[in-house]
């Protein structure tokens, strides 16, 4: 998030601060691949859990955050890096909800 606020785009901000808020939160709506899990038979955590991975699941077509180009090398350089890394975590938080029940 970080990233996004330095680089001033308040609707990625907006995106990655909903991801985070929904690992406290006690309501689960989970956007994209809710059909992993049956909702009764998962803790909570693991529900948040999966809510944020999926909420924070900014890659795809035209437009999405890996769409982006910046004005300096060094920009686009830190947001390959980020993205990279948050690609795999999202991955590892979708295995991590769905595997520990």
Do not use: H
């Not at 601060?17 to 929904?22: G, L, R, Y």
């Not at 956007?31 to 999966?50: R, T, V």
């Amino acid at each position: 998030m970080a990233f996004s606020l330095k680089e001033q785009s308040d609707y990625w901000r907006g995106v990655f601060k909903s991801a985070i808020d929904k690992l406290d939160s006690p309501y689960t709506e989970i956007p994209y691949y809710n059909d992993c899990i049956i909702d009764s038979q998962y803790a909570l955590q693991n529900k948040q859990l999966l809510s944020a991975a999926t909420t924070a699941s900014v890659f795809g077509g035209m437009g999405s955050w890996n769409d982006i180009v910046y004005p300096t090398d060094e920009a686009n350089k830190t947001n390959e890096l980020l993205s990279a890394d948050l690609y795999n975590k999202i991955n590892d938080a979708i295995i991590a909800s769905v595997n520990n029940n």
